[in-house]
Each structure stands twice: as C-alpha cells, then as structure tokens.
C-alpha cells in the first residue's frame, strides 16, 4: 500500500516562501500524473498544481507565477515551492495522484500565512 508523507509547511508571512514536500512509499509513484491539493477551512479540497510523468505541468489561476511544482522520481518525491505567499493560501496541503485520487491521502501539511 501506498504512502504519502507531506511535509514542509509552517507559518510565514504574507510574501514569504515555503517549500513542501510529498514522499510516496511503492514503486508506482513514477507512471502517474501527481497533483498538489489543498483544503481550506470550511471549503473543499482543490487541485493546486500537477505535474505529469514527462514534467510537464499545470497552475491553478490563484497560484499561477507563484507556486512551481517538481519532481524526483528517483526519490518518489514531488515538491511544491510556494513564492510570494498570501493569506488566501493557507490551508492544509495534500498530495496525490491525478485526475484520480489513486493513493490513501496522507496527513497533509498545515500552511497558515499571517502578519
């Protein structure tokens, strides 16, 4: 069974960065399109940016310029650097397969940015 860790997220001010990180266990990590949620409180998960298997990716508008999505399939490690942080981007961070939700989502990551 596969596992993500999420990683890397904390407080930071509005216009600061971050870097998150997602760890999948398994050997099929490699052959899927892999995507970067996020859920705010009181709303519904969204797809933040993916990354498909040949490195080619896709923005939200609301992150578009300022979120980077990569990955190491060597390490079965999708990253998310997050620039130029607003208020509107806290909540909590997933990662997972996509379109489908292919994996047991992981704990997730808390992002808060406050003054």
């Known amino acids: 069974q596969v596992q993500l860790v999420e990683s890397g997220g904390g407080l930071v001010q509005p216009g600061g960065s971050l870097r998150l990180s997602c760890a999948a266990s398994?050997?099929?990590?490699?052959?899927?399109?892999m995507g970067w949620y996020r859920q705010a409180p009181g709303k519904q998960r969204e797809l933040v940016a993916r990354?498909?298997?040949?490195?080619?990716?896709n923005y939200a508008d609301s992150v578009k310029g300022r979120f980077t999505i990569s990955r190491d399939n060597a390490k079965n490690t999708v990253y998310l650097q997050m620039n130029s942080l607003k208020p509107e981007d806290t909540a909590v961070y997933y990662c997972?397969?996509?379109?489908?939700?292919?994996?047991?989502w992981g704990q997730g990551t808390q992002v808060t940015v406050s003054s």
């Open positions: 398994g050997s099929t990590f490699s052959i899927y399109t």
């Open positions: 997972n397969t996509y379109p489908l939700s292919r994996y047991y």
């Open positions: 990354i498909g298997t040949g490195g080619s990716t």
